[in-house]
C-alpha cells in the first residue's frame, strides 16, 4: 500500500454547460454540465447521475465557508451529494459557483439550493444568462488520494480518477496542447484530463488529473511518461 494523503487542490478543466430554467430556485442561475468529462467518449450523458450542477452565487465565499454550510445542511437530506467551491468563466464574464454532483435527482436541486441560501450562501438572481456555452471551471477542493508510484497517485473516493505530478507550470493553452499531442501519441484507453495544482508539504505541485475506467498503478505510469516526454 502506497502513503495515502489529503492535499487541498485546485483543477482548472474546459466543459460545455448549458443553463437550465427548470426545477431550480425561480430567478437563479443554474449551469449543467451533462458530460463532465468530455475526453472521455464512454460516458452517457444526460441523467443527474453523470451531470454536474453549477449554481451561481451572489458573492465569493472562501471554501472554509462553504464547508461550514455543506455540514449544516447535511443532515436536511437523506441521500448525499457533493459540494464544492469553483469558478465558471464564459468569456468574459465570470461566476462563483457551488459546484453540485453526486445529487441523485434534478429535484434535489431546488432543495438544495434553499438549503445553502438558509445558512447565508446566497444564489445570484436576475441574470440574463441563458443558452449553452463552452465554460472555463476552476475547482477549490481538497483531495484525499494514495501515492501508488512516486509523483502517482490514485484518488482514494473516485475509483476512475488518477493524478500524475508534472515538472512545471503550464498556461491552458499549453496543456491543451500537450494533452493532444499525448492523445496523438497514446495507445492506450481513452482518458480525460484536466489541469490542476496541489499543496503537500509546504510545497506547491503542478499535476494532471486523469479519468478513465481502465485506472490503475500502470496505466497511470504510462500516460505520465507520454506527459513528460511532451512537456519541453
Request: hydrophobic residues 35%.
Amino acid at each position: 500500500m502506497g502513503k495515502k494523503i489529503e492535499v487541498f487542490s485546485n483543477l482548472i478543466k474546459i466543459e460545455k454547460v448549458e443553463v437550465i430554467k427548470t426545477k431550480i430556485v425561480p430567478g437563479s442561475l443554474v449551469f449543467e454540465s451533462k458530460n463532465p468529462f468530455p475526453g472521455y467518449y464512454h460516458e452517457t450523458p444526460g441523467s443527474a447521475k453523470e451531470s454536474y450542477m453549477y449554481i451561481a452565487l451572489s458573492k465569493h465565499h472562501s471554501l472554509e465557508i462553504i464547508l461550514r454550510a455543506t455540514q449544516k445542511i447535511e443532515s436536511e437530506f437523506e441521500g448525499k451529494f457533493d459540494a464544492g467551491k469553483g469558478f465558471l468563466t464564459i468569456v468574459n464574464d465570470l461566476y462563483y459557483v457551488l459546484r453540485l454532483r453526486h445529487f441523485g435527482d434534478y429535484d434535489m436541486v431546488l432543495k438544495i439550493q434553499e438549503a445553502y441560501a438558509s445558512v447565508g450562501i446566497n444564489l445570484l438572481t436576475h441574470s440574463r444568462k441563458q443558452g449553452i456555452h463552452d465554460a472555463k471551471i476552476s475547482i477549490v477542493k481538497f483531495i484525499n488520494m494514495e501515492e501508488v508510484n512516486s509523483g502517482e497517485y490514485i484518488s482514494l473516493g473516485e475509483k476512475y480518477i488518477g493524478f500524475i505530478e508534472i515538472p512545471r507550470f503550464l498556461e491552458w493553452d499549453e496543456f491543451y496542447d500537450v494533452t493532444q499531442q499525448v492523445r496523438y501519441n497514446w495507445t492506450g484507453s481513452e482518458f480525460d484530463a484536466a489541469y490542476g495544482s496541489f499543496q503537500n508539504e509546504g510545497k506547491l505541485k503542478e499535476m494532471v488529473r486523469i479519468y478513465s475506467h481502465k485506472m490503475s498503478p500502470e496505466y497511470l505510469s504510462d500516460i505520465r511518461k507520454v506527459y513528460l516526454e511532451k512537456i519541453k
